[in-house]
C-alpha cells in the first residue's frame, strides 16, 4: 500500500470527526425542557461598543432544571446582558434583581418541539454534507494517485472500500446524536 493512502484517510477521518464534533455542539445549543449553559454559547452582548460572547461576561449558575442566574463580572454591563438575553432567540424574559438575572425557561409548547427537533435535523444533515463532502475530497485524492499510476485499482478500490467504512461509522454518529436530541426533546 502506498505511504499516501493511510495519510488520506486519516486527514478524511480527521475532518470527519471533527464534523461531528461541530454536528454535536450545534446540539447543544437547541434549546430542551432543562437548562444548560451551552445553550446561550451563541449569545453576544454589546459590551464597550464590541460584540463579545455572554460566557466571557457573566457565570451562569443553574440552580434547578428550569432556572439559570446570570451573574456578570461587571455590574455595569448587567442591562446590556439583560438586552442581549431579550433580544436572542431563546424565547426568555430575564428577572433583573439589581445584581444578576434570573432566567426562567418556560416550558416548551408542542409546537415548539416540532421546531426544535426540524432545527436539529437541519443541522444533522449539514453535519453530514460535511462529512461527505471530507470523503469526496479524499476519494478525488485516491483516484488521482490510480490515475497517476501511483498505487494499482485494486489498491485504490481497498481504499475507497475503507474510506466508505469510514464515511459510514461518522454519518452514524451524527444519527446516533441526532436520535438521543429527538428523544431528548419529546421528552416532556
Known sequence: MSDDIPSILKDAETKMAKSVEVTKDEFTTIRTGRANAA???????????????????????????????????DMSALGEVETALRNSDLGVNPTNNGDNLRVVLPSLTE?????????????????????????????KAIEKLVKDKEIGEDEGTRAEKELEAITKKHSDQIDEALAAKETELATV
Open 111 to 139: 409546537e415548539r418541539r416540532k421546531e426544535y427537533i426540524k432545527l436539529a435535523r437541519t443541522k444533522a444533515e449539514d453535519g453530514k454534507v460535511a462529512v461527505r463532502g471530507s470523503r469526496g475530497n479524499a476519494k
Open 39 to 73: 445553550m446561550f454559547q451563541g449569545i453576544m452582548v454589546e459590551y464597550y461598543g464590541a460584540p463579545t460572547p455572554l460566557n466571557q461576561l457573566a457565570s451562569l449558575n443553574i440552580p434547578e432544571a428550569r432556572t439559570v442566574i446570570i451573574t456578570p463580572y
